[in-house]
């Protein structure tokens, strides 16, 4: 259950949320109550909530613009069940504020719609992350519940365009590119000053263009423009001459790094003993397949994707990024950078957005790795999600470049091997598995140290022992979110907070003084496990005495016995 502080923040989150949506409403003006937007994400909050579980009374209670009371158990559930057998309609309803959104962006070229879009995606994911864990199903169910509003802006955008270009001729450039600017999310008035002295050159100019679509921050300002009517076959002649003459050259790259050096960087990482042995035998198979290059010897053909499996914080990200250095010291790749990204960066909200944000992405990891987090999110769940379209383009692209692209997918074990083998192509690039073990106490203890050295402090005797009992502990009772070195890093971010609180109170303190962590600095992070007073006991005769001792003895401990005994003593 959440504490008071916990609420409070999130409380705080969604009315800056309701305020930011009302604001922009007003701007453009559309009138919204508090009431209709607290109804509205009160039901889509629920709705992804039935997904992923992780909800109550308190948390809901945070989706209210009013400061009402915290709803009873039985009402919250009523509430629940609710909004789970009245979803299909829901999903597909588009809610009267929306409606007069639409209107007004149609009427006056505004983007109130398409500004709503972006605040409920980002309400609706903050809210289904709140238990720490943001799955596929609530992803799913955040798209279906975005998908019809999206729809509905952009219909709202075309109508604007096409309700206003028909009646202006063609000087007319005042009002005809105030309006495309504002359908357009806002192009920069100089932009359109700058295109209002273009007259004579038309609409079609390959700087006009670029700048309306970096303005707009959109890829179809041609097509825009083209629906409107204000293109031609010599303006595209224009472009065309123009996109050849235009592009910018490409950054001079450093020297590759000598293979010796980025694997003894990769050889003083904390653990990882599998994994390095793994990288050093890759790295071996790519030189002996140069070497059989170089001497004319037939060359196997070889993949170099790659599939990471293993939980959160367990060093995936810093050996993809080490494999792309590694992989350009070999020469098979030619720039080496690693470009990481999860579903939301390649997936759209709806038909035909997909393509266009996987092929951007693979555009920019070309010449090195493309790292997908918690690949199996792309696994299609519903008909009409847009996952597998992604996963089409990323592997038509692994087939297209595959001499110059390396893609590497990660997540939990059991999750990434149902999502390999429910795909035939996905198969048969990813034949390689490496997986990361979750970080010994004694190597969480290892990467504490490392996060002190950074900032050069120390770590008192009594301060270390706690640490350690700590450490372990957590790794005893670890569940499936364990974070390993991310939870390693948290608890220190908050030790070094403490740490700072206590140090200002210090009137002069030594140098020594400000760099030690302290047992003091770990109160309220880690307590201490304390001995239970033992219960005096009635005597018994000796034949009892010993009889119970040697059961006692020969007793061993058992977590089974009491799941939460060492919880009790440590807290996070």
Not at 115 to 139: H, N, R, V, W
Not at 215 to 222: I, P, Y
Not at 294 to 300: D, I
Request: aromatic share 8%; hydrophobic share 35%; net charge negative.
């Amino acid at each position: 259950m959440p504490n008071s502080a916990d609420t409070t923040k999130i409380k705080k989150f969604y009315t800056d949320q309701i305020a930011e949506i009302i604001k922009f409403s007003n701007a453009s003006g559309v009138t919204v109550g508090k009431s209709e937007l607290d109804d509205y994400f009160q039901k889509a909050v629920l709705s992804v909530w039935a997904m992923g579980g992780g909800s109550t009374p308190e948390l809901y209670s945070c989706i209210d613009s009013f400061n009402s009371p915290v709803v009873s158990d039985k009402k919250f559930s009523s509430l629940q069940e609710n909004a789970v057998n009245n979803y299909a309609t829901f999903k597909n309803k588009i809610p009267g504020f929306f409606q007069r959104m639409c209107d007004a962006d149609t009427k006056k070229g505004t983007t109130c719609a398409n500004s709503f879009c972006q605040s409920q995606q980002k309400i609706l994911e903050y809210f289904s992350s709140l238990d720490g864990d943001f799955t596929f199903a609530e992803a799913t169910r955040i798209t279906e519940l975005h998908k019809p509003l999206v729809e509905r802006s952009t219909k709202a955008i075309t109508d604007s365009i096409d309700a206003v270009i028909p009646k202006l001729e063609l000087g007319e450039y005042d009002e005809k590119f105030d309006i495309i600017g504002r359908s357009m999310r806002t192009v920069d008035p100089e932009i359109i000053k700058e295109l209002q002295e273009l007259e004579k050159v038309g609409f079609t100019t390959q700087k006009v263009l670029d700048k309306l679509n970096e303005q707009s921050g959109l890829k179809e300002a041609d097509d825009i423009l083209r629906r409107a009517g204000l293109t031609s076959s010599s303006g595209q002649q224009d472009k065309d001459k123009a996109a050849k003459t235009t592009t910018a050259p490409e950054e001079e790259l450093p020297p590759p790094e000598k293979l010796e050096d980025v694997l003894a960087e990769l050889d003083s990482l904390v653990g990882l003993t599998e994994i390095k042995n793994d990288v050093q035998s890759l790295a071996n198979f790519v030189k002996v397949r140069n070497l059989r290059q170089e001497r004319g010897l037939k060359t196997p053909d070889m993949s170099l994707h790659l599939v990471f499996t293993g939980n959160p914080g367990t060093g995936k990200s810093t050996v993809a990024r080490l494999i792309g250095r590694i992989y350009r010291s070999l020469g098979a790749l030619s720039k080496g950078q690693l470009i990481e990204v999860d579903r939301s960066d390649l997936v759209g909200g709806y038909v035909g957005q997909t393509a266009i944000k996987t092929q951007e992405v693979i555009q920019k990891a070309m010449g090195g790795v493309l790292f997908i987090d918690e690949a199996y999110a792309l696994s299609p769940n519903t008909e009409n999600d847009f996952g597998q379209e992604s996963i089409n383009t990323i592997l038509k692209a692994m087939e297209d470049h595959r001499d110059d692209l390396v893609v590497i997918v990660a997540g939990y074990d059991e999750l990434m091997y149902r999502f390999i083998n429910s795909n035939p192509g996905l198969k048969s690039r990813f034949n390689k598995y490496f997986h990361f073990d979750d970080y010994t106490p004694d190597e969480l203890w290892k990467i504490f140290l490392r996060f002190a050295g950074k900032g050069s402090y120390t770590v008192s005797p009594e301060a270390e022992e706690l640490l350690k009992d700590h450490l372990s502990t957590i790794y005893m009772l670890r569940g499936i979110n364990f974070g390993n070195a991310r939870d390693v890093r948290n608890l220190f971010e908050k030790i070094i907070a403490q740490q700072a609180n206590r140090i200002v109170s210090i009137e002069n303190p030594t140098n020594e003084q400000i760099l030690e962590i302290t047992a003091e600095d770990l109160k309220g992070l880690i307590e201490e496990k304390k001995p239970e007073k033992e219960k005096p006991e009635e005597e018994k005769p000796e034949e009892e005495k010993t009889e119970e001792s040697s059961k006692k003895k020969n007793k061993s401990f058992s977590l089974s016995d009491d799941p939460n005994n060492m919880l009790n003593y440590y807290i996070m």
